[in-house]
């Protein structure tokens, strides 16, 4: 191939490349949810969805739930990698749901790639105040020694056998070398009504979801299951102080499918890194109780494949499964 030619294909290959983002003003990115609309990832989505608008043009939000969040992974991971369909990837369908499911239409290792993190919520170990008053818990240590004391009398609840709080409470129970049952209930919603009523003694739950039951004395918060302490709960230290290591925190992030060009990629991660660290985003997902946490497409990619690693225990020892 002579200069000239290899020049004019070169040419043409960068326009390729970068066609589908430079279009963007006039066809509009889809951003695929993998869960109803009106949840803590739908409204982050939507939030930042407004921020990039100047930078990559119009995004679409494309809720598509069900199964666990497999059918909107599904659609992201078989969409075309060019950029204009892109979706939200989270600890269920990235790191949990792989080992919970005997079939899955997706590879959550294969099938994306990754954009940025997005943000990241604790989960918090909440107890029913009425019930800590009773039985005088008023730390980990103090629930740990009473479960020692009173050998399967506890149990806690959670929304689901796989779920976050159900795997977090079978590591709690390892490290901390106790006995609870584990009640499933269908969402987290019914597992904190549960809770509440004290038909369950604890539960690790979403922080956000627990917040205003906190505040409103109904529930003592123990511990957060990150690594460090949550500004949202001063005072209340994490579960890692007691178990050096311990983190559990729901995170998600944007994905791209596999095969999408680099450029492409770069180019969004720039525009939503720079809107995750606007400062009206860490506002909004502040009342949220959700951290932005922006990276590298690099850096995202090995956080899940960390978090894959890790849920691949913790589900293998629960012995959860759903099919």
Not at 8 to 21: D, E, F, K
Not at 194 to 212: C, K, Y
């Amino acid at each position: 191939m002579n200069r000239r030619n290899l020049l004019l294909t070169t040419l043409a290959t960068a326009a390729a490349l970068a066609s589908p983002l430079a279009q963007a003003q006039d066809a509009p990115i889809r951003l695929i949810v993998p869960y109803a609309p009106g949840g803590p990832l739908d409204v982050t989505a939507r939030a930042l969805a407004e921020r990039v608008r100047d930078s990559l043009g119009t995004v679409i939000i494309d809720n598509k739930g069900g199964a666990g969040g497999n059918i909107g992974a599904d659609a992201v991971a078989k969409a075309a990698p060019d950029g204009m369909t892109i979706g939200i990837a989270a600890t269920a369908t990235h790191a949990v749901n792989p080992w919970l499911y005997s079939r899955m239409p997706y590879d959550a290792a294969k099938d994306f790639a990754g954009i940025t993190q997005m943000v990241r919520v604790p989960n918090v170990l909440v107890i029913n105040a009425d019930k800590a008053e009773r039985l005088k818990i008023h730390s980990v240590a103090d629930l740990i020694a009473y479960a020692k004391a009173n050998p399967a009398k506890l149990n806690y609840g959670s929304g689901g056998n796989g779920s976050a709080g159900h795997l977090a409470g079978e590591l709690f129970k390892q490290r901390a070398g106790i006995f609870a049952l584990h009640i499933p209930y269908r969402g987290g919603n019914p597992a904190q009504l549960a809770l509440l009523a004290g038909e369950v003694d604890f539960n690790i739950d979403n922080l956000a979801t627990a917040a205003p039951n906190i505040r409103a004395g109904k529930l003592k918060a123990l511990a957060v299951t990150s690594l460090q302490a949550s500004p949202a709960l001063p005072g209340v230290p994490p579960l890692s102080s007691t178990f050096p290591g311990f983190a559990i925190d729901t995170w998600w992030g944007l994905v791209a499918p596999a095969g999408t060009p680099k450029p492409v990629i770069d180019k969004l991660n720039k525009a939503f890194v720079a809107a995750l660290h606007a400062p009206e985003t860490k506002t909004r997902f502040a009342s949220l109780l959700a951290e932005p946490v922006a990276t590298t497409p690099e850096q995202f990619d090995a956080f899940m494949a960390a978090e894959r690693s890790k849920y691949q225990k913790l589900v293998k020892a629960s012995g959860a499964t759903v099919d």
